[in-house]
Antibody
Framework: QVQLQESGPGLVKPSETLSLTCSVS????????WSWIRQPPGKGLEWIGY???????NYNPSLKSRVTISVDTAKNQFSLKLTSVTAADTAVYYC???????????WGQGTLVTVSS | EIVMTQSPATLSVSPGERATLSCRAS??????LAWYQQIPGQAPRLLIY???TRATGIPARFSGSGSGTEFTLTISSLQSEDFAIYYC???????FGQGTKVEIK
């Protein structure tokens, strides 16, 4: 059974960089895409982007200028960096395994990141 | 940009009754649609992909239908654990609908 676990700071100051890591266990990262999805409190889901195990990426156009997603298959991890954060970036951030670059079949439990000074 | 619109926003249903949720795409997406269930405080769970194929372990009371621009998720007989928020998602630009909350009537 594949399991994903997000980790990183729960509080980030405005204008700084949000950094999260997702650790994958119970399966290989090979042949899959790996994604970050977020959910502001009380709101719906927003796709941030995904990375293929080989390192190629695809990002939500609305966030593309601020997002970097990378993968480290040797550590069974992938990471999210979001620069120049504002209060609008406050959300629960989920990592997920993606099938065919299309849909998420396994999700982490999510981690709340609050942007505040 | 493809926009996904779900209706209704809230659906009040009694346990044991049928629930029908709708999702509309702003342009044709063939059958490239998934449905997720989210219980408050939990991560979303994949229910349906390819518009009508149940994901592994999903009970048969959940069914999906539709193609093109109109899609439906049906829960044939609501159980207590089915009261949740349901999201549709189209594959190409990962657009999610805004969600339908299924609540106890």
């Amino acid at each position: 059974q594949v399991q994903l676990q997000e980790s990183g700071p729960g509080l980030v100051k405005p204008s700084e960089t949000l950094s999260l890591t997702c650790s994958v266990s119970g399966g290989s990262m090979s042949t899959y895409y790996w994604s970050w999805i977020r959910q502001p409190p009380g709101k719906g889901l927003e796709w941030i982007g995904y990375v293929y195990y080989s390192g190629s990426t695809n990002y939500n156009p609305s966030l593309k200028s601020r997002v970097t997603i990378s993968v480290d298959t040797a550590k069974n991890q992938f990471s999210l960096k979001l620069t120049s954060v504002t209060a609008a970036d406050t959300a629960v951030y989920y990592c997920a395994r993606v099938l065919g670059a299309a849909l998420a079949d396994y999700w982490g439990q999510g981690t709340l990141v609050t942007v505040s000074s | 940009e493809i926009v996904m619109t779900q209706s209704p926003a809230t659906l009040s249903v009694s346990p044991g009754e049928r629930a029908t949720l709708s999702c509309r795409a702003s342009q044709s997406i063939s059958n490239n649609l998934a449905w997720y269930q989210q219980i408050p405080g939990q991560a979303p769970r994949l229910l349906i992909y390819g518009a009508s194929t149940r994901a592994t372990g999903i009970p048969a009371r959940f069914s999906g239908s539709g193609s093109g621009t109109e899609f439906t998720l049906t829960i044939s007989s609501l159980q207590s654990e089915d009261f949740a928020i349901y999201y549709c998602q189209q594959y190409s630009n990962w657009a999610f609908g805004q969600g339908t909350k299924v609540e106890i009537k």
